[in-house]
């Protein structure tokens, strides 16, 4: 009983050390992990034009909340029936 109980431990604490690490070394992720650097803001969303028209809000001087709420409009109109 003494034996399987240490087993197990040894098991939850190898799997603990591997989910903390991701199972790959941080400089490994950092390396493959690519970097935006830009000076002019950004925008994402799951549409090609709600991200256009955040991007133009912003060329425009909108700010953040501005491209947001241009963005959401948009997906109204371009997907409608999504939740």
Do not use: C, F
Request: aromatic share 2%.
């Amino acid at each position: 009983m003494g034996r399987r109980r240490v087993l197990v431990w040894l098991g939850v604490l190898a799997l603990a050390l591997v989910g903390a690490t991701g199972g790959a070394p941080a400089a490994a992720q950092q390396a493959s992990t690519p970097t935006a650097v830009g000076t002019g803001g950004a925008a994402a969303s799951v549409d090609r034009d709600a991200t256009r028209t955040a991007i133009e809000v912003l060329r425009e001087g909108g700010n953040a909340v501005d491209a947001a709420v241009a963005a959401n409009a948009t997906l109204g109109v371009t997907e409608p029936y999504v939740a």
